[in-house]
């Protein structure tokens, strides 16, 4: 199970959405309010901030066919986007549909955007579920029913997409029309968060809370490729593994993690993006 690490950055925030993009790893470090861009062997560059106009915490991010970045501002519940003139505007408003942040983000090659939010407040409610949300490039949103446990990370394989819900502890398909197609359960308080399909079609998901990056097999079962695991003498306790994407045409697979007490990460910078070959 020993992986090979070929580079890292740290001193990150919380980094999660990790989008590959002409060989630059982008990314949002959600505490710090930064969308970022990494090309490996060089210092990150800032792409867009929330000193600039930029959300205070944003999350999934994903490109318009014309190239315009599009990130998810989670806590004004709303999508931007980012003009090739550096112009913020506003793409699609989930206001009057989400009581709660959003979350992830994936974007078709066509532009349609898919993309869940958090449901419930997980510190202090009963899990209920909650829908994902279909926008066009042009900004029409639809949406499923509201059967996803905290759906967070997003990707398409051909027809299909996967989504993992963290606190169902499972990977759900569905289709384009947000049919349920298959699920498939997760180790009891795994958390499944970010994933990624590799040129093979297997799907590798971070699993946030056992600090694990598994790979569902071709029997539809999970298998562990990769465990991180924290020095008992780290300040802020245990680290979790938030997010994975597989570099496109190769086997490097990036991942980050920070620290699991999201009280301490939000005070001290704990994160950092690993990339591993598999």
């Not at 990130?71 to 505007?89: A, F, N, T």
Request: aromatic share 10%; glycine share 12%; charged share 20%.
């Amino acid at each position: 199970m020993a992986k090979a690490e070929l580079d890292q950055i740290s001193g990150l925030g919380f980094p999660e959405a990790l989008r590959w993009r002409a060989g630059e790893l982008w990314f949002s470090d959600m505490f710090r309010g930064q969308v970022m861009a990494w090309s490996p062997g060089q210092p990150p560059r800032v792409v867009l901030c929330a000193k600039n106009g930029g959300p205070e915490m944003p999350g999934g991010l994903g490109f318009k066919q014309s190239g315009e970045l599009l990130v998810v501002d989670c806590l004004e519940r709303r999508v931007l986007q980012l003009g090739h003139d550096g112009k913020i505007s506003v793409h699609a408003d989930f206001a009057d549909l989400a009581a709660h942040p959003l979350n992830d983000m994936h974007v078709d090659l066509d532009g349609t955007a898919w993309l869940g939010g958090y449901g419930f407040d997980p510190d202090f409610d009963e899990p209920v579920g909650s829908p994902i949300f279909r926008v066009s490039e042009t900004g029409e949103i639809s949406q499923s029913e509201p059967r996803f446990l905290f759906p967070n990370g997003c990707e398409r394989r051909a027809s299909e997409l996967a989504v993992a819900e963290t606190f169902g502890d499972r990977v759900s398909f569905f289709n384009s029309e947000f049919g349920h197609i298959q699920s498939f359960e997760c180790a009891t308080g795994s958390g499944p968060d970010g994933l990624s399909f590799d040129s093979k079609g297997f799907l590798y998901v971070a699993m946030a809370f056992s600090s694990k990056i598994e790979r569902l097999s071709a029997a539809g079962e999970f298998e562990v490729v990769f465990e991180l695991l924290t020095p008992s003498e780290s300040p802020g306790g245990p680290k979790g593994v938030f997010d994975c994407a597989m570099k496109p045409g190769s086997n490097i697979l990036a991942f980050s993690s920070a620290c699991l007490d999201e009280v301490y990460s939000k005070q001290h910078d704990t994160g950092s993006i690993t990339l591993l070959a598999v």
